[in-house]
C-alpha cells in the first residue's frame, strides 16, 4: 500500500544488513583470534535475534503509520472522515467508473442557518451540536457509503452504484430525518434543518472537482428555496410506478401531469399512459423550429391548442383546433412556431421516455463544460441564433438548419475532457496547452455518437468535428480546404470565430463589432470561405437592426 513507509522488503533489506555487519565481524574475528570457532553459533544466535528485534520493531512501526494514518483522514472534532478521505474514496469510485462504469451519487449537505446559531449559543455548544449532527448522519448511512466533514457545518455523503433517483431519495429521507430530531445539547433541546445538493457519474460530471462543484452549485440553489435538495435534472419517475399511480377512474385538474422533462425552448408534460400509447402535452416556445420524425408503423396525433405554427412547405399558418397526424411518415417534417405553442400530442410508440434520456444526456453534456468555463450557455445560444440565420441567407433546407443549430448548441461539448485549469487560464495558452485544446473537436464528435445514437446526430457530429477547419487548409484536425469543409461547419466556424472576437475572455477584452467585421471581411477568402462571409455580414447586419 502507498501508505506503507517500511513495507516488508524495506525490513528484509535492513535485516540483510545487519546479517553483512555480523559477517564482517566474524571474519575480522577469524583472523584476529586464535579460537575463533565458537563465533559460529554466536553468529547464527545474533542472525536469529536482530531478525526478531527488528520485525517486532517493524510491526510497532506500522501500528504507529496506521494510527497516523487514520488520524490524518479523520475529522478531529466530529469523529467522521474528513476532507482528504472523501476526495481519496471519489478518485477511486472514479477509477472504477472508467473501468466499468458503475456510476456513483454525492450528497452535499449544508445546515441551515448554522452562522447564526453559533453567534447566538457559542462557537463551544456549535461544536457539540455538529458531532451530535455528524453521529446522526453516520447513523442514517450504510457501511459502504462513506460519509466526511467537508468544512465548517457541511457534510458530504457518497454513494456508489446509486442512481439519480436513489441519490435524491436518500438525501430527502435523510433531510426529513433530521427535522423531525430534537437535538440535546448542554441541557438544552434543539431543532435543526438541513439542505441538500445532489450530482451523479457520470450524468454531472466525471472529474472530482466537477461533482463536487455541481453538488455544491444545486445545495445553493436548494438553499435559495428553503430546506430542500436540488439536483440538475427533476427526479425521475419509472414507467412501472407511473402505472402504479393509476386507479379504475382518475381526473387530472389544471395542470396536473406525471411526469415533465425539457430545456429552454420545448417541454413535454406526460399527462397519461397505457402501455405504448402515450398523451402528452407539449409546449414550444415562439420562433424555433422543431421537427416531426417519421418510422414504420408510428402513428401520432398532433392537436393545437394555443399559438399559431408555420408550415414551411405549404406556407400556410396552422392555428388552434388544427390537428396533424404523422403515420408512417419517410424522413422528417418541419414546422416553426410563429407565436409560444401548446400542443397534445399522442402517440401509440413510447416517446418520452427517448426524449427525456435525449434531452437529459443533451444538458448533462453541456452542464459539464459550462461548470469549467462559465461563458459556454451564452456563446452556444447566440451561435444558434447567428448560424441559423447565416445558414437561410445561403438556402440551407430546414434539415440542414436544424442539424446546424443542434451543432451550435453542442459545438464546445468536446472541452469536457479539457482541464479547467486550460479553459479558465488568465493569460494566451503555451504550445503545450493548445496540443490538448486543438483535440477538443475530435473528443465532442466522440461524445456525441456514444450519447446521442440515433442517425440525424451522425451529421451533427461531422459539423462539431470541422468546425475549426479553414477555407485555405490551414485548419485542425483534418486540415480540410475549400468545399472539402461541410458547408454547415464554414458557417459555425465564422460565427464562432466572430462571437470569439466580441467577448471578453480572461485574457484580453472583446473587440468591438466594427473591428471585429473587418477582420472578417480581411480573412475572406483565406480562413473563411467568401459566400460565407457575404452571407454572414447580411445576417449580423440584420440581428443588429433587430436589437435597435
Known sequence: MQKDLLNKSGFYQWWLLFIALGAVLLVVAAYTLEKPFFLIPGFIIYTGVSGLLLQRLYREFLKVQEYLYAQSREDQLTGVKNRRYLKERMKELLTRYERNGAGFGVIFFDLDDFKSFNSQYGHTTGDLLLQEVAQFLEGS???????????GDEFVLLLPGSTLKEVRETAERIRLELAGKVFEVGGKQFLLQISGGVSVCPEDGTELEELLEVADKNLHQAKEKGNQIASSFSSVKT????????????????????DKVGKQTTQLYLLAKNGDLEVIRQSIVADKVFSLWGEKG????YYILEGEILDPEEGRVLKPGTSIIVRNLAGQVYFRTITDCTLLYVTTTPVFENQQKQIRELLALNKKVEIKDQQTEEHCTRLQILSRRTGEKLMLKEERLFALEYASFLHDIGKAEVSASILR???????????VMRQ???WGRDLILKHLRISFFERVADIVYQHHERYDGKGYPQALAGDKILLEAQILALVDAYDAMTTNRPYRKGAAREAALREIKANQGTQFAPRVVEAFLAAEAEINLEKD
Open 141 to 151: 448511512t450504510r457501511e459502504h457509503e462513506p460519509l466526511a466533514r467537508y468544512g
Open 239 to 258: 414507467y412501472e410506478q407511473i402505472s402504479d399511480l393509476y386507479p379504475p377512474l382518475m381526473i387530472n385538474e389544471g395542470d396536473d401531469y406525471l
Open 298 to 301: 408510428l402513428f401520432e396525433f
Open 425 to 435: 487560464k488568465p493569460a494566451t495558452l503555451n504550445k503545450e496547452e493548445w496540443e
Open 440 to 442: 477538443h473537436s475530435g
